[in-house]
């Protein structure tokens, strides 16, 4: 017979956050062994560290909520975006996305066009050369933002400027110092942003496509909506797939043997993806809100207070996964939840596993297949909510 134990409160916990910063995963295994809910006040928020607990989370968005009191994000983007909004609102918005960014029309359609893309970016490698080459600078950010550029429908817009206006809504969207030089530049680049949809709404409504933005206004969405809902997809579609393309070329290089399998066996890449998202995972907490007086994994969360659920540990738990700490490419990584979880799970998780995992890190590896990190040059990670390399020489 098993029985219910009564809820417990929530240990306060200590986090540093420039330990964060500099590698989260030792904090994460000291607060998933202090509970499943912790309380950490230095970053103001109840964190869900296991598996388990994120989960149970994400299965009960009325009670911890994606609607954010004080969320910065429909200030970066002049409106809400649909990971803002609860169901069923969300539902109606992002099933309009999801024709664009289904397994069938990534293989039939954009993977023939990433293809080509990957083609000229390996082109600007070679030139760049062995000796200053930044895998990060020089190949994954330009892809990603091309990528980024053709499923949204922008048609014409240079790499640099997609990537400024990601880079800018995500600072924005965190702006939680109110800095009047990020909102500088957000609001820069929103307006930049809605110049280009000015020109390209009014064609689409006449000539519709298969972009992100045409599906957005063939469902009759109000076009604040639209316009919110772009922008939400250039903030979300080039930080992590950018990351994802040079963090699983560093994770190959610190595991020689898994390279060399990959390269021998490519059915192996798109494991080696997922298992670099669950053991790298570029986006490491989720913000939610607790909406009433709740019991999560048994610890008592007050309504009010401000969630984090820790994507990163939990794709680290030993109740989850056998010897978490290991990057396998052999091991069935399914259930990880670096794509998130429920009803806001990744809409682009398809596009990236495609475009990244299974065109963009084996054609670098077809093209160059002795190139390694490049050990005379410094790399350099960055952030713990949105983490990553973003500095990676190359040499070959
Ligand atoms: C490896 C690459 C990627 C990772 C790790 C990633 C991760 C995530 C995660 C964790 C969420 C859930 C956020 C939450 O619940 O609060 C999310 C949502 C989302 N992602 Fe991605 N993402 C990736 C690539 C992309 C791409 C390429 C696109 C679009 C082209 C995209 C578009 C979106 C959108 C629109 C949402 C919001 C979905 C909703 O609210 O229903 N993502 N992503």
Same mark, same amino acid.
């Given at each position: 017979?098993?029985?219910?134990?009564?809820?417990?409160?929530?240990p306060?916990?200590?986090?540093?956050?420039?330990?964060?910063?500099?590698?989260?995963?030792?904090?994460?295994?000291?607060?998933?062994?202090?509970?499943?809910?912790?309380?950490?006040?230095?970053?103001?928020?109840?964190?869900?560290?296991?598996?388990?607990a994120?989960?149970?989370?994400?299965?009960?968005?009325?009670t911890?909520?994606?609607?954010?009191?004080?969320?910065?994000?429909?200030?970066?983007?002049?409106?809400?975006?649909?990971l803002?909004?609860?169901?069923?609102?969300?539902?109606?918005?992002?099933?309009?996305?999801?024709?664009?960014?289904?397994?069938?029309?990534?293989?039939?359609?954009?993977?023939?066009?990433?293809?080509?893309?990957?083609?000229?970016?390996?082109?600007?490698?070679?030139?760049?050369?062995?000796?200053?080459?930044?895998?990060?600078?020089?190949?994954?950010?330009p892809?990603?933002?091309?990528?980024?550029?053709?499923?949204?429908?922008?048609r014409?817009?240079?790499?640099r400027d997609?990537?400024?206006?990601?880079?800018?809504?995500i600072?924005?969207?965190?702006?939680v110092l109110d800095d009047?030089?990020?909102?500088?530049?957000?609001?820069?680049?929103?307006a930049d942003?809605d110049?280009?949809?000015?020109?390209?709404?009014?064609?689409?409504?006449?000539?519709?496509?298969?972009?992100?933005?045409s599906?957005?206004?063939e469902?009759?969405?109000?076009?604040r909506?639209?316009?919110a809902?772009?922008?939400?997809?250039?903030?979300?579609?080039?930080?992590?797939?950018?990351?994802?393309?040079?963090?699983?070329?560093?994770?190959?290089?610190?595991?020689?043997?898994?390279?060399?399998?990959?390269?021998?066996?490519?059915e192996?890449?798109g494991?080696?993806?997922?298992e670099?998202?669950?053991?790298?995972?570029?986006?490491?907490?989720?913000?939610?809100?607790?909406?009433?007086?709740?019991?999560?994994? &048994?610890? @008592?969360v007050? +309504?009010?207070?401000? *969630?984090?659920?820790?994507?990163?540990?939990?794709?680290?738990? =030993? !109740?989850?996964?056998?010897?978490?700490?290991?990057?396998d490419?052999?091991?069935?990584?399914?259930?990880?939840?670096?794509?998130?979880?429920?009803?806001?799970?990744?809409?682009?998780?398809?596009?990236?596993?495609?475009?990244?995992?299974?065109?963009?890190?084996p054609?670098?590896?077809?093209?160059?297949? &002795?190139? @390694?990190?490049d +050990?005379?040059?410094? *790399?350099?990670?960055?952030?713990?909510?949105f983490?990553?390399? =973003? !500095?990676?020489?190359?040499?070959?």
């Amino acid at each position: 017979m098993t029985v219910a134990l009564d809820p417990v409160d929530a240990p306060i916990v200590e986090v540093d956050p420039a330990e964060l910063h500099r590698d989260p995963y030792p904090t994460y295994e000291r607060l998933r062994a202090a509970g499943p809910v912790v309380h950490a006040p230095a970053i103001g928020r109840y964190l869900a560290t296991t598996h388990a607990a994120v989960v149970e989370a994400e299965q009960d968005q009325e009670t911890f909520s994606v609607d954010v009191t004080g969320a910065l994000m429909s200030r970066a983007l002049g409106d809400q975006p649909m990971l803002r909004k609860p169901d069923p609102e969300h539902a109606t918005e992002r099933s309009s996305i999801n024709p664009t960014l289904r397994p069938k029309p990534i293989a039939q359609h954009w993977a023939p066009m990433t293809e080509q893309t990957v083609e000229r970016w390996l082109d600007h490698l070679d030139e760049v050369g062995p000796d200053e080459a930044d895998l990060n600078r020089d190949y994954s950010a330009p892809i990603a933002s091309q990528n980024l550029i053709d499923l949204v429908g922008f048609r014409g817009v240079d790499v640099r400027d997609m990537a400024r206006w990601s880079a800018d809504f995500i600072a924005g969207s965190g702006n939680v110092l109110d800095d009047a030089d990020i909102w500088r530049r957000c609001d820069q680049s929103r307006a930049d942003v809605d110049a280009v949809l000015d020109e390209l709404i009014p064609h689409l409504r006449a000539k519709p496509d298969r972009s992100i933005t045409s599906h957005l206004l063939e469902a009759g969405l109000d076009e604040r909506v639209v316009r919110a809902n772009v922008k939400l997809t250039i903030s979300g579609g080039m930080n992590e797939p950018q990351h994802m393309i040079t963090n699983l070329v560093w994770a190959f290089d610190l595991h020689p043997d898994q390279r060399d399998d990959a390269i021998a066996h490519p059915e192996l890449y798109g494991n080696a993806f997922e298992e670099c998202v669950r053991w790298q995972s570029p986006i490491g907490m989720l913000p939610r809100e607790a909406k009433v007086d709740a019991v999560l994994q &048994g610890v @008592r969360v007050p +309504a009010g207070q401000n *969630m984090g659920l820790l994507l990163a540990s939990a794709n680290r738990d =030993t !109740a989850a996964f056998e010897n978490p700490d290991a990057f396998d490419i052999h091991r069935n990584a399914r259930g990880h939840l670096g794509f998130g979880k429920g009803v806001h799970q990744c809409a682009g998780r398809w596009a990236a596993k495609t475009m990244i995992g299974e065109i963009a890190v084996p054609a670098l590896y077809r093209r160059f297949p &002795g190139i @390694r990190v490049d +050990a005379r040059r410094e *790399m350099a990670w960055n952030g713990f909510v949105f983490r990553g390399i =973003t !500095a990676l020489p190359v040499t070959w």
